[in-house]
């Protein structure tokens, strides 16, 4: 099956700094990336789409200065998050569309950000 | 708007017994529908889904699932479960002409030896 990775599994980070995490699909070539925010015993929340070549669709109140992303290939999809704060901590999750129409999408494992 | 439920936060089963999660969604017109399970310190794995045809869908680890359009349901089940299908389920839909996935909230699936 699909193969996607996420790259840090953990990070730490200082107050005010910026993490850059990477999303990559391993055996396919994906023009479209999802990223989600899952807090603790609660759902995916939909933060953006990531489009191949073109900016990022953020939803509704996610702020896209702050959580920047970019799709620079078909098989890499970065997520930064700017200026981190305690609140920004947690698990970050992003998936890579399926390709010829079957509309399930392929999971990163996940990467757990903890700001200090 | 689309929605999904899932009813239960927790499911308790004793190994070899059948196992149920619950499924409901809202959405305009018809619906895809998957479920995905997230073992603990693992990403997402998609387990099935219902696009059209056969309203009884067979998935991974020998889950499946039923399509109910009248109910608006699509539950997972399992004729008899195994401790190691102890994990997170959720159930997710994209509507007709859509493009997100919309997830349930997550059901936690116990079972005991």
């Known amino acids: 099956g699909a193969v996607v990775s996420q790259h840090p599994s953990w990070v730490i980070c200082k107050s005010g700094t910026s993490v850059k995490i990477e999303c990559r699909s391993l055996d396919f070539q994906a023009t479209t990336m999802f990223w989600y925010r899952q807090f603790p015993k609660q759902s995916l929340m939909l933060m953006a789409t990531s489009n191949e070549g073109s900016k990022a669709t953020y939803e509704q109140g996610v702020e896209k200065d702050k959580f920047l992303i970019n799709h620079a290939s078909l098989t890499l999809s970065t997520l930064t998050v700017t200026s981190a704060h305690p609140e920004d901590s947690s698990f970050y999750i992003c998936?890579?569309?399926?390709?010829?129409?079957?509309?399930?999408?392929?999971f990163g494992p996940g990467t757990r950000l903890t700001v200090t | 708007a689309q929605s999904v439920a899932q009813p239960e936060d927790q499911v308790n089963v004793a190994e070899g017994n059948p196992l149920t999660v619950k499924c409901t969604y809202s959405v305009s017109g018809n619906p895809y529908l998957f479920w995905y399970v997230q073992y603990p310190n693992r990403g997402l794995q998609f387990l099935l889904k219902y696009i059209t045809g056969d309203n009884l869908v067979k998935g991974s680890y020998g889950f499946e699932a039923e399509f109910n359009k009248s109910q608006t349901s699509f539950h997972l089940k399992k004729p008899s479960a195994l401790v190691s299908d102890s994990a997170l389920y959720f159930c997710?839909?994209?509507?007709?002409?859509?493009?997100?996935?919309?997830f349930g909230a997550g059901t936690r699936l116990f079972v005991k030896a």
């Open positions: 997710a839909v994209i509507a007709l002409g859509g493009f997100k996935t919309i």
């Open positions: 998936s890579a569309g399926g390709s010829g129409g079957t509309y399930e999408q392929y």
